[in-house]
C-alpha cells in the first residue's frame, strides 16, 4: 500500500474510519523530512493492514497548528480513533517497526487504564 495525502478536510475521517493510522507531518524543504520519508513508504509497502497517511505542513498549515505541530518531522499514531503515539523527529526503520508492532498490540482499555 501506498501512503495517502490527508488535508483538513479528510483528517478527521481517517483518523476515524481507520482501525490503525499512522501520520507524518513533514514539509519538503525539511532534511529529516526527506530522510525519514523513504522508511515511512517502505513500512507502508510492507503492512498493507496499516494505512499511511503525510500532511505536507506548508500545505495544510490550519491542520499543523490545530494539531500543534512544532517541529517536523512528527509522527502520529492513531488506533480506533484515538492518539495513542507522537513524537517529533525522524525514527529509524527498526523503530518504526516497533511502533507499529506496539500500536498492533495495544488495546485501548490499557490506555483509557493509563488516563
Not at 497517511?53 to 512544532?70: C, F, M, S
Not at 517536523?72 to 523527529?89: C, E, H, N, W
Amino acid at each position: 500500500m501506498t501512503t495517502v495525502d490527508l488535508t483538513a478536510a479528510t483528517f478527521e475521517t481517517a483518523v476515524q474510519d481507520n482501525p490503525i493510522l499512522l501520520v507524518d507531518f513533514w514539509a519538503s524543504w525539511c532534511g529529516p523530512c526527506r530522510m525519514f520519508a523513504p522508511i515511512f513508504e517502505r513500512a507502508a509497502a510492507a503492512h498493507p493492514d496499516v494505512v499511511f497517511a503525510k500532511v505536507d505542513t506548508e500545505a495544510e498549515r490550519d491542520l499543523a497548528a490545530a494539531a500543534q505541530i512544532t517541529s517536523i518531522p512528527t509522527l502520529m499514531a492513531f488506533k480506533d480513533g484515538q492518539l495513542v503515539f507522537r513524537q517529533a523527529g525522524a525514527l529509524p526503520a527498526a523503530g518504526l517497526e516497533q511502533l507499529i508492532d506496539a500500536v498492533r498490540n495495544l488495546t485501548l482499555d490499557a490506555v483509557a487504564d493509563a488516563s
